[in-house]
Each structure stands twice: as structure tokens, then as C-alpha cells.
Nanobody, 129 residues
Framework: QVQLVESGGGSVQAGGSLRLSCAAS????????MGWFRQAPGKEREGVAA???????RYADSVKGRFTISQDNAKNTLYLQMNSLKPEDTAMYYC???????????????????????WGQGTQVTVSS
């Protein structure tokens, strides 16, 4: 079992920055796939970024160069630094993970995001123009 708790969402103006955090607990084994996803009203959930066991990362084209996913293994925390935010980034952001998926790259994790077993409750990000 993995518990995920997101924080750091809020309201910002376009061009601003936010850093999301996801505190993970309940599993202390090898590193595994983790990622950030988002869902805007009336739209399907989409992958934002993922990080693999080897530390490699993969981003959605829409956020490349603006968002950075990272993790602090000592703190069991996943981060998403979001810069140059745009109104179209407005969404509920979710952290997700799956200990079954250990030993895979960030690209692999990104493709399998919808199969992750564990999800946080979400944190709202609103970007105004």
C-alpha cells in the first residue's frame, strides 16, 4: 500500500510559478514509477510528467521546458516545479505511483500512467490570464 498526499496548488497569474509536492508513505522498497497527471473540467485525464527508477524523466509536449519533475528519496517526496504557467495549465493535478513498476525508465512509466494503482486526492491549480 502506498499513500500519496499532494500539496502546493493554488491560483497564480499567467507567467507565474508553483511547486507541487507529493508525500509518499507506506512502501519502503525499491524505487518505482511515479508521475503527475492532470484533469481539466470536461477533459480527460492526461499525463504531465513521469520519473522512472533510474531517475529518467518524460514530459508531455505541452509542458516541456516549463515543468520539472524531481524526487527526494530521503523525504519520500515527489515534486513538480511549474514555471511560465499558462491558463491552459488550469486543472486538478494528481500524483500517482505503483510499486509494481520498478526498474523502468521515465518514458515507460509515462506510457503506463493510467495503469498506476495508487493516486492522491489531487491539488487544484488555477492560472488566470
Amino acid at each position: 500500500q502506498v499513500q500519496l498526499v499532494e500539496s502546493g496548488g493554488g491560483s497564480v497569474q499567467a507567467g507565474g510559478s508553483l511547486r507541487l509536492s507529493c508525500a509518499a508513505s507506506g512502501y519502503t522498497g525499491s524505487s518505482y514509477c511515479m508521475g503527475w497527471f492532470r484533469q481539466a473540467p470536461g477533459k480527460e485525464r492526461e499525463g504531465v510528467a513521469a520519473i522512472g527508477s533510474d531517475g529518467s524523466t518524460r514530459y508531455a509536449d505541452s509542458v516541456k521546458g516549463r515543468f520539472t519533475i524531481s524526487q527526494d528519496n530521503a523525504k519520500n517526496t515527489l515534486y513538480l516545479q511549474m514555471n511560465s504557467l499558462k491558463p491552459e495549465d488550469t486543472a486538478m493535478y494528481y500524483c500517482a505511483a505503483d510499486p509494481r513498476f520498478s526498474g523502468y525508465s521515465g518514458s515507460w512509466c509515462y506510457r503506463r500512467g493510467n495503469d498506476f494503482d495508487y493516486w492522491g486526492q489531487g491539488t487544484q491549480v488555477t492560472v488566470s490570464s
